[in-house]
Structure formats: C-alpha cells, structure tokens
C-alpha cells in the first residue's frame, strides 16, 4: 500500500513540475511584447549621439518602421527562440494532461527550451537591417540585450531544467 501512495504522490509531483515549466514558459513568451534589445548612449560622429532606444521582440522580429522608414526587416532568428519556447511549452502541457508521459516529449521539450534560452542571450545578433540609410546608420550601432531578453533566457531555460528535473526523478 506504501508503494502506491509513493507512485501516486511521485505522479503529483510530476505533474506540478511540469505546470511550472509551463507557466516559465509562458513567461518567456510573453516577455516578446517587453523590451529585448536596447541602443546604449552612443556618438555616431557627425550624424549625432544616439539616446538608449529600446525595441521589443516583436520589432526584433517581425520588423519595425518609424516614420514609414523602415529600420529593421523580418528576421526568422529572431523569430526562433519564441518558437522554440512556444514549442517546448506546448509539449510541456501536453505531457502534464496526458495519463501517462512521454519520455520523447520531455527530451524534445528539454532541447527546445534550453536553446531558445541560449539564443536570447545573443538576440541582437538576430537583428536585420533594411537596405537603406537609416537601416546603414542602425546596422552601426552596438546593441545590448535588454531586460525582456534577459527574463526571457533565464524563465526558458529555467523550464528546460524542471523538465530536466522530473524526467531524472521518474524512474
């Protein structure tokens, strides 16, 4: 009787590990709509000084336009980490409402989440420029991760380590 209260106790666990891999990995995903590359100070010489901008995942992304001039242009790596989080969440979810897990999702999810961890750290490498001067100008810039990138890197990889943690733990 010891023994199948131990399963089922194990069998909770699981499961509650898995629902806060999912909720770092809605953290991550989210953090899309919050600052994820910034500009420091920088002087561009003759052009002037520019004053720490800062561009969400979206615009890091999918591009961005300012005064219908556009700066950046969609860029798939930068499309990437969110995919992966957004796939090793799924997973995550699925494993966690199926009787009985798969091992093969888990280690997918694992992989998924802990290199979209990775690529947010290096996210302003992923930003493509438009073909134009204020695209030239803004390829001149060094640009730093922000915050969003920052939350995002830690919360994905954060999850890969639950998943990690509860496929060790079953036996």
């Known amino acids: 009787m010891a023994k199948k209260k131990s399963k089922k106790s194990n069998s909770n666990l699981g499961k509650i590990l898995y629902f806060i891999a999912a909720v770092?990995?809605?953290?991550?995903?989210?953090?899309?709509?919050?600052?994820?590359?910034?500009?420091?100070?920088?002087?561009l010489g003759v052009l002037g000084t520019v004053e720490g901008e800062s561009y969400s995942?979206?615009?890091?992304?999918?591009?961005?336009?300012?005064?219908?001039?556009?700066?950046?242009?969609?860029?798939?790596?930068?499309?990437?980490?969110?995919?992966?989080?957004?796939?090793?969440?799924?997973?995550?979810?699925?494993?966690?409402?199926?009787k009985k897990g798969n091992k093969i999702f888990d280690f997918v999810s694992i992989a998924a989440l802990i290199v979209a961890g990775v690529l947010?750290?290096?996210?302003?490498?992923?930003?493509?420029f438009a073909d134009n001067l204020v695209g030239n100008i803004a390829a001149e810039i060094d640009y730093?991760?922000?915050?969003?990138?920052?939350?995002s890197a830690i919360s994905a990889i954060a999850s890969g380590a639950v998943v990690l943690v509860k496929t060790l733990l079953k036996k």
């Not at 991550?28 to 919050?34: P, Q, R, S």
């Not at 890091?60 to 969110?82: I, T």
């Not at 947010?120 to 493509?128: A, L, Q, R, T, Y």
């Open 57 to 98: 995942g979206l615009k890091v992304a999918f591009g961005y336009k300012e005064n219908d001039v556009a700066v950046f242009k969609f860029s798939f790596m930068g499309l990437l980490p969110y995919l992966l989080v957004l796939a090793g969440t799924v997973l995550v979810l699925v494993n966690a409402l199926a």
């Open 144 to 151: 730093e991760i922000a915050i969003g990138a920052i939350v």
């Open 24 to 43: 770092l990995g809605v953290v991550a995903i989210v953090m899309m709509f919050v600052n994820t590359v910034k500009v420091p100070d920088t002087d």
């Open 120 to 128: 947010f750290f290096i996210m302003p490498n992923f930003m493509v």
